[in-house]
């Protein structure tokens, strides 16, 4: 295989994640479509890169100083992906925005490194409408939790 799970990521773009982790001394490392300085290296349709950074910045209160908080691709060390997990109450879309801000409330380091990113959607049982929906409700599930305390 060339690229990661749902073929958006080249594989050889995830090794610089594994050197911060391993050599940065890092708890968590978040690749992320939006921290690329080449904008010809990140292809995302229009519309999903809108509602990308629609929903970054909606999630910004929750996860801040992260850019891309919801790119699936993160790599952590063990005892940090233990601890993150057992935080997590979501296991929708958002759960991503709940792991970083589980981790940023944990006070984990964490490093986000831009990398490639070909959204090669063929195939995808993402439906754009409906999920956005489920996102935005858990997101506003999270702001609740977040808020109670």
């Known amino acids: 295989a060339d690229h990661d799970a749902d073929a958006a990521i080249p594989v050889e773009d995830l090794y610089a994640l594994y050197v911060c982790l391993i ?33 970054a910045a909606l999630c910004r209160p929750l996860v801040p100083g992260i850019r891309d908080c919801s790119c699936g691709c993160k790599v952590y ?15 929708g879309f958002a ?13 984990f380091r964490i490093k986000e490194v831009p990398v490639r990113c070909v959204m090669e959607l063929r195939g995808s049982k993402v439906n754009v409408v409906r999920d956005s929906r489920r996102m935005f409700v858990d997101t506003l599930r999270l702001y609740w939790r977040h808020f109670r305390r």
């Not at 060390?77 to 109450?89: P, T, Y």
């Not at 759960?95 to 006070?107: F, G």
């Open 77 to 91: 060390r063990g005892d940090v992906a233990r601890a993150l997990f057992r935080c997590q109450r979501i296991d």
């Open 23 to 55: 050599d940065g001394g890092y708890d968590m490392v978040i690749a992320s479509r939006f921290e690329h300085k080449n904008p010809a290296a990140v292809r995302i349709p229009l519309h999903r890169f809108l509602l990308g950074r629609i929903y």
């Open 95 to 107: 759960h991503d925005v709940e792991i970083v801000h589980c981790a940023l409330q944990m006070k």
